[in-house]
């Protein structure tokens, strides 16, 4: 409280030398000390600096404005403040943005101008585009090979995302603000090089390290088939863990996948990765709602046509953006061990006994890996429904209708 009030002294000395103002969130003046305290206990806001421009700053990024009327600004500059500034730093900065410069204007239901237009693209497109680096990452800590043809066409490097990305700057919405998103471009790919250092991207790697955390034991029944090749550095990939070579082995029956385990806590890391980014989309979800919510409230047909422009494009892009994300963090994880499933279940199989207890096991590890049919309801690739389908028409044969439903209950097929 002591040093609450320090500050909040040496702020008001300072705007009565200075003459210094700060324009609030929400886009109308106040005084410097009504600006809102960040967690850090640093006072964010927009200020006026000594040239007659506003800079909004969160310690991380800094974007330079100038005021373009009553409520609303043009973006001049962004720059980063840190040179460890990361992609999960960026995307929370785009959507401070939105809510601290076009979020009140939307809620109020006034006319939007073409400098609101402008900011309402540049806040969603940091957004999308940091978020669009993050799924990468995933994927490439996940993705399949690229010239590996023993995967299912869903699951193909040059299938298996839908490509988002930015409109260019010459775009007729993002126009004005070509030279900070220039300066944008540069920043991002600052923050996409730096995202392995985050919490976000430490998660990510420790949940695909661990997923191919495979034995070579599993892989030296290739050695075979490509020895005479060895000389030539691209066919060691042959040997490596990965997602193609994994996919390739795992056939009913394997002698090879018995050497194959999942680590104990690749279920626990993936529910990591899992929750921190679902999380993170709560955000671009209540940028888009508000968007909707203003689009039906409006009157104005000039802010009509921004709003729906706007929903339009941004709520697609999440939806995609989403859906790469599940490939990579939910497809995958349900097609292998649905794959590992059955065969440990055809290693029940005995000429004269089967080991029922064994299927049980295998089933009910299944249905544990993938957090009780939680992961197999947000499976969206043909290839891990059918791969799915080929476990429960297995499991069924060999242990009937009722053990099956009593261990899984409902399949989603």
């Not at 126009?175 to 996409?192: D, F, H, K, N, Q």
């Not at 508000?290 to 409230?297: D, E, F, G, N, S």
Request: aromatic content about 8%; charged content about 30%.
């Amino acid at each position: 409280m002591k040093n609450t009030l320090i500050l909040s002294v040496a702020a008001l000395l300072v705007s009565l030398v200075t003459g210094c103002r700060v324009i609030g969130f929400w886009g109308g003046d106040q005084s410097e000390n009504d600006a809102v305290p960040s967690e850090d206990g640093d006072k964010q806001g927009i200020h006026k600096n000594s040239f007659g421009q506003f800079e909004l700053s969160d310690g991380s990024f800094k974007m330079t404005c100038v005021k373009a009327g009553d409520e609303a600004f043009r973006v001049v500059s962004i720059t980063n403040l840190r040179s460890d500034v990361t992609s999960v730093d960026l995307r929370q900065f785009g959507n401070a943005i939105f809510h601290h410069l076009i979020s009140s204007k939307l809620l109020k239901g006034g006319d939007l101008t073409p400098e609101d237009e402008d900011i309402l693209y540049f806040s969603m497109d940091i957004w999308v585009g940091t978020m669009n680096d993050v799924t990468t990452f995933v994927a490439k800590k996940m993705r399949p090979d690229y010239e590996y043809s023993g995967i299912p066409d869903d699951f193909d490097s040059a299938t298996m995302f839908t490509d988002v990305k930015q409109n260019d700057m010459t775009d007729q919405k993002r126009i004005m603000s070509a030279i900070p998103r220039e300066e944008l471009r540069r920043v991002r790919a600052l923050c996409a090089k730096n995202l392995g250092n985050s919490d976000t991207g430490k998660i990510i790697h420790e949940f695909g390290s661990d997923f191919w955390r495979i034995p070579r034991e599993a892989f030296l029944y290739q050695v075979a088939s490509v020895q005479g090749e060895l000389r030539h550095h691209n066919e060691k990939r042959y040997l490596e863990p990965s997602f193609s070579n994994l996919w390739g082995m795992l056939k009913t029956n394997d002698k090879e996948l018995m050497a194959y385990s999942v680590y104990d806590n690749v279920v626990k890391d993936r529910k990591s990765v899992d929750k921190d980014l679902t999380q993170t989309f709560v955000e671009m979800d209540a940028m888009v709602e508000q968007v909707r919510a203003a689009l039906a409230a409006t009157g104005d047909k000039k802010s009509r046509d921004i709003l729906r422009d706007v929903y339009e494009e941004f709520g697609q892009k999440n939806d995609e953006l989403k859906g790469n994300l599940d490939l990579i963090i939910v497809d995958i994880p349900v097609a292998i061990y649905a794959k590992i499933a059955l065969n440990d279940i055809d290693k029940a199989k005995a000429f004269l006994n089967d080991s029922e207890e064994a299927m049980i096991a295998a089933l009910r590890k299944f249905h544990e890996r993938t957090e009780y049919g939680s992961l197999v309801a947000r499976a969206r690739s043909q290839s891990a429904r059918s791969i799915y389908e080929q476990l429960v028409a297995k499991a069924r044969s060999e242990l009937g209708d009722k053990e099956v439903e009593k261990i899984i209950g409902r399949a989603w097929l």
